[in-house]
């Protein structure tokens, strides 16, 4: 019986009289992949931004590894070693490709003071190397994030996420906008993560394919509310969910 | 203190709220249409009340005459401004577009210095000499006869944002540039036109405000900072809001100097504009 | 943990700043006592200070304050007030000014840094104009008056010399330090931090960072050096008012010369205020003698040009050229080789 990493219990969160997520419970094991499908609309990035602390839940809770994280600022949900990346990438430009991932680490542990003079550890800079060689984009280094491809900035998001070895992963669309090649190097070295690292990974995604060949178990949602869950096959085929990416929200 | 102090105080707030409601609505456009805060807002009124005393002196034209003219020229200023420099800074971070705005406000305001020098100048025997009286208040005709063109200028103006097809179009692009943009805006072109019309708000008050207040070359610093409170007040973006703001903020002015003490009478209005910032960064009808 | 001085690890490059520093060190015994001179050189180092304060929390954290001559104020005020009134050297007075410049940075930081970038820059101004005229009433503080450095010179303990050459070396070393304060920011973790907050605030939240902490650090940091700056300042010119030291004009220099120089660059500021400061002096004796308006105008036209064709700065202008150059010339060695 593996233990719960992430633990969502009954989340609501309203817009006005809009009810966005309407008492979603999931819960995501240790070194699981989950995934997370559903239409557009469904709620699935309000979920994500539940969880962060970016929206504040009207109901309901998160639990990491047991610990109420519910509506915290995001950045102590990210210190508790949540990572998330979003839709559409979000590197900072001028930053190079190697700060870009060095200013993931644990920042939990750090004295925020003393970060006025100190510069990372050789530990941390040999971690991160390892991280962007994981990745194979150690050669851009020294580029300036804004230069990178979208593809390559997909990939620098990946190893940023897992600087601080995180217990759980929540990644929005990672393989969207990305040509094909670059697709399936993204989802193996998600697959290589997990198996490696023992990462656990929720991740959101459009793309069946992608979602299929990597969850290992799947949620659907539709209208702010999980209609299913289970083994991917029986979920993708659930006509409950075919009917809600067809038929109106 | 009677209440007939306070009224007049009040009056005379209304009076020149109306100024700084028109001052307020050239920046607010500008802000809300093309994201850029103008520096040198002030000091083209600055420049509109010196063409307008020089149309006085060397030309002997009563302000209320030279109106149209000066506020033509203007337009056509605002036009040049935009297309050689402004444009420039469209979408540049805004440290830079604030410097941009700035620099040219210092070149205007020390060349006004060089050339017109310190001296304060006044309009002196022009048609709006006098006081209206009623009751115990009093109003000079020079201010009445501006409020109301103010209010003329304003009425014209929202009547165009409302009515004509550019002005939907500039509103269309104040609310998103690209959906306009989509719609087949020309927004370059409407860009241009609201920087004439930020432009021309300013003229109409500079050339009124010459009729009745001492023209400066540092004039316009002080007009700029109570324009921005009564955009703050009104909320960023609103022109409406900005109306509300500058008359506003004009009363609240009045007041605070007639009733507490005259040398605070800006420290007021600052305090309102920072507590605004603070509490409401929307202002009370924004829209950022 | 490491501390990043490793200045001499890169060498050469050095030179650049090494050289001229022994120059400067040197200046009052080649220049005589001349007192024009060495004012210019003065107030070079007081912008330079200014500068860094500012590059510190604008340039760095991309927080656009244009407040940083109420901070220098503040600095001059305390330490005065404290001479005048318990006889207290400036040497500690600097040490009250420094905190209260950052306390009141606090409490307004905290306040306003919600705001986004112009409405920041805008809060900053109002709160500035607040202050001016606070203390133009603010018996007090002398109000209008002013007050003036009591003539007990020359003194260490009351830091006033009829020469300007002791004035020199302590602007100098404020100009030194200030620099130093962001040479050492700038290659830390926080100077990153910094930088990411600058580009995408959320996204530095999404990666960890306390961006509120580290924000009102820069601030934080920027008003105690702005004050610093201003209580040797007071003693310079040995009287202070609101209208001269909390003037608007004071930061839209500062904010003019760093970026003229380069924002968020550890020279910038230096190069500005190096190129500006005496070029605006020199404007000034040719063209205006008594009306000082050329020189604003001249300075107005050079920020205008700057922020028009070259706006990342004159000294990032400098390294991209040489940048260039450099690779043209490795190009033009390998194709000479092939």
Redesign the interface.
Known sequence: MSSKCLEIKDLTKKFGGLIALNKISIHIDEAEIVGLIGPNGSGKTTLFNCITGFLKPDHGKVFLRGKDITGKYPYKVIQEKVSRTFQITRVFPELTTMENTLIAIDHKKESRFRSLYETNSKDEIKKASKLLEFMGISKLADEPGGELSYGQQKLLELAASLMQDPSAVLLDEPTAGVNPTLVNKIIDRIRAANKEFGTTFLIIEHNMDVIMDLSMRMYALASGEIITEGDPDKVRNNPDVLESYLGGA | MDSAYVLQALINGIMIGGVYALIAVGLSIV?GVMGI?NFAHGDWLMLSAYFSWIFYMYAGLDPLISLPLVVAIFILFGFANYKF?MK??ID?????S???T??????M???A??IF?PDYRLIKDHVLEGVYRFGEFQVSRAKFATFLIMIAALLLLFSFLKYTKTGKAIRATAQDRDVAKSLGVNVDRIFLITWGIGLACVAVAGTMISTFFYVFPMMG?SFL?LA??SV?LGG?GSVHGAVFGGIVIGIVQQLGGALV?P??K??FV??I??LM??FK?KGLFGKY | MKIGIDFFKEDRKKIWILLPLLALLVVPYIVGDEPYLLHVFIIVFVYIALGQSWNLVSGYAGQLCFATHIFFTYGAYTSLMLLLRIDLTPWVGLFVGMPISAGIAYLLGSRLFHLKGRYFAVATIAFAEIMRLVFLNWRFVGAAYGLSVPLKGPSLYYVIWTSKVPYFYIFLALAIISTLIVYVVDRSKAGMYFRSIKQDENGAQHKGIDTSYFKLLAFMISAAMAAAVGTFYAQYVLYIDPRTLMDLLISAKIVMIVLFGSIGTVYGPVLGAAILIPLGEYMRIKLGGGSQGWDYVLYGLIILLIVYYRPQGVYIMIKNQIESIRRRTKNVLKMSRN
Do not use: Q, T
């Open positions: 802000w805060v420099i420039r800074f540049a971070p805004i440290v830079i604030i410097v941009a700035f620099s040219i406000s210092l070149i305001r020390f060349g210095f060089i020098k610093i900072l921005f409170a703050a960023f003490y040398a605070f800006d420290v600052f305090v504009f920072i910032l603070m960064p």
